[in-house]
């Protein structure tokens, strides 16, 4: 594997090619071990899977967990966790970590949309939109953004600079550089000012990034990642992944570290899903990792894979979980529902997890009867889903069956779903 303490960021490894496809398996090598892509990463907003205990989300197969820089920020501050020793130790977390940049959260809680930022607005456009009845918590200009808190309305500003002060004293192993996300309503005049401006946010991320890496050399190594926006515009999306690529290279032979891998972000149209991702990673590296931020629907993965994306994070699988929605291999179906007041079998017979020895009726109880074990179990049950079929994508990549298996899985899936 590659030397992580000196020279540029090489912690990416290529592994089997999807033939016909961009999609590839591979290895991401960290100071807490390697995560063998395609990926699943479960996201720990606060530095917890909500509801689950870490022990579990190991258990459950998860290699890595994604933990969030605005919220952690907030609460309980990054110099805490610096001095706990990092993320994975604050939390009990043994494996790889990541931490995104904070630019998502500014942007869905300043325009008050939440977390809602996957959207149809066909023939809307706003460039100061903001969700009915909310207050606008943030305002970006060419330095930074500047916003209020969601927690007690105070004001902070973030910066590339001060976002790679967080991840850095937050210690993840893999983090991201800070950038602004547009919304799908934003015109194409300030996608293309938007883009610039996080074009050279990237490069301060870098710079930053570089001296923080030489001035903490007592804390693990950690791999800064490029996030290319450009929205639905196949034109800024190319030009964006070919910026970072540029200014990645031009960093090394400075004598800097690059960027290890790139994410791609922004607002995406989900029937435009793979055909974005696609642009993106036709410009990129083939030796560098891609990070989907924010995909969990099972259509959504497949494409995403044989677009070439490594790794994924999203907090669909437990935040539905807590409602009692459940993933199964026959699609999605809610447990709360009454018919399963007396189904004494397991969430889904045919999958083993710890989950499995509980039955519906007993998980439709504990919705009822509003205990939080409810969503324990749930939460376990869905992210074991959704970690397992990226593993076994990956596997079928390995025997050469990937397409067999994609058409069988989400032919019952959403065959299942339709029937219920």
């Known amino acids: 594997m590659s030397d992580l303490n000196e020279g540029p960021d090489r912690t990416f490894t290529v592994g089997t090619t999807l033939p016909g496809t961009l999609g590839r398996t591979g ?15 479960p996201v720990g907003t606060k530095a917890t899977v909500k ?11 998860a290699q890595a967990v994604l933990a969030n820089a605005y919220h952690l920020y907030l609460q309980p501050g990054p110099d805490i966790v610096d001095e706990a020793g990092g993320l994975g130790a604050f939390m009990n977390w043994p494996g790889p970590t990541f931490t995104d940049s904070g630019g998502f959260q500014v942007m869905s809680l300043g325009a008050g949309f939440k977390k809602v930022i996957a959207m149809d ?29 969601h927690l007690d309305g105070s004001t902070h500003r973030f910066t590339p600079e001060v976002s790679m002060q967080i991840q850095h004293q937050l210690g993840a192993d893999i983090i991201f550089g800070f950038d602004e996300l547009t919304t799908l309503m934003n015109t194409r005049a ?25 001035e903490r050399s007592h804390r693990p190594l950690q791999s800064l990642w490029g996030v290319i926006q450009g929205a639905q515009y196949e034109d800024l999306r190319r030009k964006a992944a070919r910026d970072l690529v540029t200014m990645s290279e031009k960093d090394v032979a400075d004598g800097g570290r690059g960027f290890g891998g790139y994410g791609i972000g922004g607002a995406l149209e989900k029937q435009n899903l793979g055909t ?13 990792a891609r990070h989907l931020l924010g995909i969990s629907e099972p259509d959504d993965i497949f494409t995403a894979i044989e677009s070439g994306v490594d790794t994924f994070d999203c907090v669909s699988p437990s935040r539905v979980a807590r409602n009692g929605a459940i993933y199964s291999l026959d699609g999605r179906y809610n447990v709360t529902n009454s018919r399963f007041r007396r189904d004494f079998t397991p969430l889904d017979p045919e999958i083993q997890n710890y989950t499995t020895q509980y039955t519906r009726a007993y998980i439709h109880h504990l919705f ?11 939460t376990i049950h869905n992210e074991h889903f959704i970690v397992t079929l990226v593993e076994r994508a990956r596997q079928a990549i390995i025997d050469g069956n990937y397409f067999e298996f994609r058409d069988e899985f989400l032919g019952r899936y959403y065959a299942g779903a339709a029937a219920r």
């Open 27 to 41: 290895v991401i090598s960290t100071p807490h071990g390697e995560i063998q892509t395609p990926a699943f990463v």
């Open 51 to 61: 509801t689950v205990v870490p022990e579990a989300v190991r258990d459950l197969g």
């Open 121 to 149: 607005l066909t023939g809307m456009q706003n460039d100061d939109v903001i969700a009915e009845g909310k207050e606008r918590l943030a305002r970006v200009d060419d330095d930074g953004v500047t916003f209020k808190s």
């Open 190 to 214: 300030y996608q293309e000012t938007s883009l610039e401006r996080t074009r050279l946010w990237a490069i301060r991320c870098l710079a930053e990034h570089n001296r923080l890496t030489a």
């Open 276 to 288: 974005i991702v696609r642009w993106v990673n036709e410009e990129l590296p083939v030796d560098k």
């Open 368 to 378: 009822k009867a509003k205990e939080g074990l409810a969503a324990t179990l749930c």
